[in-house]
């Protein structure tokens, strides 16, 4: 797998949203699946503090101003709020399944 410091080599010539990659073809230059870019992202911005930026629409970049960085940050909250709004929905689910076990048959 290749290392943290790899990948920012490889996201050198993408900074700025305008010069984003996409995962797929990120992932194939790296020679790794996009489950394992996804983590490699995580431990180069956690441990080493790079800004890399990345959207659907837009790949991935590292940041070329602080309001590229703001924007993704903003993403982010985003998707967070939607999955801890799915993780809620699913829990009320979870409650009629318990309800269901215990009906007379």
């Known amino acids: 797998m290749p290392t943290p410091s ?6 050198s010539s993408h900074i700025g949203k305008g010069n984003g990659i996409s995962a797929k073809a ?13 983590k490699l992202i995580s431990q180069a911005v956690f441990a080493d503090s790079v800004a890399i930026c990345g959207t659907p629409r837009d790949g991935y970049f590292i940041a ?42």
């Open 64 to 105: 070329a101003s602080g309001d590229e960085l703001i924007e993704t940050i903003e993403w982010h909250d985003h998707r967070a709020k939607h999955e801890l709004k799915k993780s809620s929905c699913m829990r009320k689910l979870l409650g009629d399944l318990f309800g269901q076990q215990h009906l007379p048959t």
């Open 26 to 38: 990120l992932a194939h230059k790296l020679g790794i699946d996009t489950r394992q870019l996804r």
């Open 6 to 11: 790899q990948l920012i080599t490889a996201l």
